[in-house]
């Protein structure tokens, strides 16, 4: 099982939107809807910010949407925040009782 | 309070064997799957594999069906994974972390720094 594509990196200016995509297959996020996003700060544990595709956890700010078209889901972060640069991940579920993570993206706020 | 505590940081010996513990606390641990995520140096999460407390029935990713057992205490409500036969690119941080009703991973234990060296 490959894992899903992220680009490495991506950046915005404070109050900007970004967004970073990330690709599977028909087998992953094509074909569930147990698509999550995680916002990864070094050192620290992984947090849920997204599940299945587009639902924010309580606590999460409305800055964070998501969507999924296809083989490929989106996060986007508006009125981006210094406190947002961190590493995200997608992660999904795969056929066969096996999950797979996204490459990763580093979020620099310029 | 709900959360997941992991062993402390360890160095082992090319060839050796390591075992992780995950303890739960706030919540039973038969409630929900426990996975294993690992991430290596400059690298990304990768999912390991889950254990379903309730029966100790296992999943792996390919890389990890060889070499890794994932086992559970449900009277100390306490997960493990032990990896064998340990190579120096398996050293990484290692994490439990809970997957909820919603298929998602929203509760993460602190990570495991293991190193192995020669």
């Known amino acids: 099982q490959s894992a899903l594509t992220q680009p490495p990196s991506a950046s915005g200016s404070p109050g900007q939107s970004v967004a970073i995509s990330c690709t599977g297959t028909?087998?992953?996020?094509?074909?569930?809807?147990?698509v999550s996003w995680y916002q990864h700060h070094p050192g620290k544990a992984p947090k849920l910010i997204i599940f299945e595709v587009s639902n924010r956890p309580s606590g999460v700010p409305d800055r964070f949407s998501a969507s999924k078209s296809g083989n490929t889901a989106s996060l986007t972060v508006s009125g981006l925040q210094a406190e947002d640069e961190a590493d995200y991940y997608c992660?999904?579920?795969?056929?066969?009782?096996?999950?797979?993570f996204g490459g990763g993206t580093t979020l620099t706020v310029l | 309070q709900v959360q997941l505590v992991q062993s402390g940081a360890v160095v082992k010996k090319t060839g050796a064997s390591v075992k992780v513990s995950c303890k739960v606390s706030g919540y039973t641990i038969t409630d929900y799957y426990m996975h294993w995520v690992r991430q290596a140096p400059g690298q990304g999460l990768e999912w390991m594999g889950r254990?379903?407390?309730?029966?100790?029935?296992?999943d792996f990713g390919h890389k990890f069906q060889v070499g890794v057992t994932m086992t559970r205490d449900t009277s100390i409500n306490t997960a493990y994974m032990e990896l064998r036969k340990l190579r120096s690119d398996d050293t990484a941080v290692y994490y439990c972390?809970?997957?909820?009703?919603?298929?998602?991973?929203?509760?993460w234990g602190q990570g495991t720094m293991v190193t192995v060296s020669s």
């Open positions: 254990i379903n407390p309730k029966n100790g029935d296992t």
């Open positions: 972390a809970r997957l909820n009703d919603y298929n998602a991973f929203d509760l």
């Open positions: 028909s087998n992953d996020v094509g074909g569930y809807n147990y």
């Open positions: 992660a999904s579920y795969a056929d066969s009782n096996i999950w797979v």
